[in-house]
Nanobody
Framework: QVQLVESGGGLVQAGGSLRLSCAASGRTFSNYHMGWFRQAPGKGREFVAAISRSADRTYYADSMKGRFTISRDNAKNTVFLQLNSLKPEDTAVYSC??????????????????WGQGTQVTVSS
């Protein structure tokens, strides 16, 4: 299995930026597709972004395109999420997840097997 630990969340004003990190344990990090999800109070878990094992494919929810960027460094066993032009509605707990899918990069929580505990992002107006 893989252990995932997120960091980098915090409080930021609207229009600001944050860079989230997700550190993974083990020697087989590059075997997993990786995704980011978020959950705001009273709302369900929402897909944010995903990246394939070799980083040749990336995917974003429509509302995040142009503002968020997912990347990974397999040598460091870390996946990143760059959050730009943040809005109050981006306030949520952001979690990273690892998928054991083969070719398909899933964009739904059911496609992911391992989850971090999340990091809080709060955007003030």
């Amino acid at each position: 299995q893989v252990q995932l630990v997120e960091s980098g969340g915090g409080l930021v004003q609207a229009g600001g930026s944050l860079r989230l990190s997700c550190a993974a344990s083990g020697r087989t990090f590059s075997n997993y597709h990786m995704g980011w999800f978020r959950q705001a109070p009273g709302k369900g878990r929402e897909f944010v972004a995903a990246i394939s094992r070799s980083a040749d494919r990336t995917y974003y929810a429509d509302s995040m395109k142009g503002r968020f960027t997912i990347s990974r460094d397999n040598a460091k066993n870390t996946v990143f999420l760059q959050l730009n032009s943040l809005k109050p509605e981006d306030t949520a707990v952001y979690s990273c997840a690892a998928s054991t899918f083969d070719r398909v990069v899933p964009m739904h929580r059911t496609g992911y097997d391992y989850w971090g505990q999340g990091t809080q992002v709060t955007v003030s107006s």
